[in-house]
């Protein structure tokens, strides 16, 4: 028998201040429009295909022989942004990395204060790497490492990007993606794609299955070491009850990120917000985003106002007493909502740059009508309530409660 390593690492989630923050919303609706196109602006769609059953390092190396284009999803302009430590090399140097599920390239180099040394595991392919953020982008030679995720974690032969030249990354040594491996596709010349971080794991022998286990205690402070991400598995003592799984939604474009089905309904009485149709789970998403219709539907059924400083709908005090939990409806599972887990901290309204004593709602409007094909962003202030599993070989995302579901720390 295999000898598994599954391991939980600790995340330090960063919430952009008010100076830097801008216009959350606008953020979040930029990222939208952006997997709204499929991988960015940069080229066409690509078609993903995902791996049912298990996997070889070949196979993922001809995954995308047939796609064309670049480009992925902005990480850059986030308004709430995920790091990790992440060593590379033996003896290994540590990187801070941003992680990211809206893209797949791991590199390095963005600080020319924290360079790349090779050492004894690397090898330089003297191929080019070059991925475009939206707002950032990074160029460089392709290397292959080791790279040490957590003590046990470690990877053999990963590609990583060593920047020659990067913008827009500020405190921060790079990315790690643990996107799907078609978004790696042209990124490399001379190469279809390259196998990510959790596909090596897999491949190597290192994980029983390729997924990723996230759990998030809901933030009241900015920059709190506050959620984990379990490679390879799940950490039963983050969830509640069961973990269920819905399928990868058939439904491009949704279908090529960790996109799913679901419907929604406000309240008791079972108000309609959402019709079942397809959108994405995506942790660099702030907000909960909806369709316009579907927000227009929210905004009637709450009472809520739109505040022109931050963009976000606003509720009053007796509004608040009277707000009543969204239901969302995931194959056989539903999941509630709280009111509480609708408003934004009131302890971080200055990062919206809005007054402390207001109540501001997290659901916003996708910027876009029903029926593109990603109809809604089940983002961060979601998930903050919520286990999340991104399982690529059974092409399917689990959610279970947690002892956070029903927290009224906001």
Do not use: C
């Amino acid at each position: 028998m295999p000898h598994f390593v599954i391991k939980s690492i600790p995340i330090t989630t960063r919430i952009a201040s008010a100076a830097s923050a801008g216009n959350i919303l606008a953020r979040d609706q930029a990222r939208a429009r952006k997997f709204l196109q499929g991988v960015g602006p940069f080229g066409p769609k690509i078609h993903h295909k995902r791996k049912h059953h298990h996997h070889h390092k070949h196979e993922f190396q001809e995954l995308a022989a047939n796609v064309a284009g670049s480009g992925s999803v902005d990480v850059t302009d986030a308004s709430v942004t995920y790091t990790m430590s992440v060593g590379v090399g033996s003896p290994a140097t540590d990187y801070t990395l941003l992680i990211d599920t809206g893209s797949s390239n791991t590199w390095i180099g963005a600080q020319k204060s924290n360079p790349y040394t090779p050492t004894s595991t690397s090898t330089d392919t003297r191929k080019t790497v070059n991925v475009s953020y939206g707002s950032g982008s990074f160029s460089g030679t392709e290397y292959t490492d080791q790279v040490t995720l957590a003590p046990g974690l470690v990877i053999q032969n990963q590609s990583i990007g060593v920047a020659s030249t990067a913008t827009g990354f500020d405190d921060v040594d790079g990315i790690i993606g643990i996107g799907p491996v078609d978004l790696t596709s042209t990124t490399v010349s001379g190469v279809s794609s390259v196998p990510t971080v959790t596909d090596n794991l897999f491949s190597q022998g290192t994980i029983p299955v390729e997924s990723i286990g996230i759990s998030y205690v809901p933030t009241t402070s900015a920059n709190a070491q506050n959620g984990e991400l379990t490679f390879g598995g799940t950490d039963s003592s983050k969830f509640t009850g069961d973990i269920t799984y819905v399928p990868i939604t058939s439904t491009s474009p949704a279908s090529e990120y960790w996109g799913v089905d679901q419907s929604v309904t406000y309240g008791q009485d079972g108000t309609s917000i959402l019709s079942l149709t397809s959108g994405i789970v995506d942790t660099g998403t702030t907000l909960l985003l909806l369709a316009t219709e579907a927000f227009q539907a929210y905004q009637s059924a709450t009472g809520a106002t739109s505040d022109s400083t931050t963009g976000l709908l606003k509720i009053t005090e007796d509004q608040y007493n009277n707000l009543q939990s969204l239901f969302f409806t995931l194959g056989d599972t539903t999941l509630e909502l709280t009111p509480n887990a609708q408003i934004w901290p009131r302890s971080l309204n200055s990062t919206l740059g809005g007054d402390d004593g207001s109540i501001y709602l997290i659901t916003s409007d996708l910027g876009s009508s029903l029926g593109q094909g990603l109809d809604f962003i089940d983002g961060f202030g979601f998930l903050q309530r919520f286990y999340t599993v991104f399982d690529t070989t059974n092409s399917q995302v689990g959610f279970a409660t947690t002892q956070f579901t029903d927290a009224t720390t906001n």
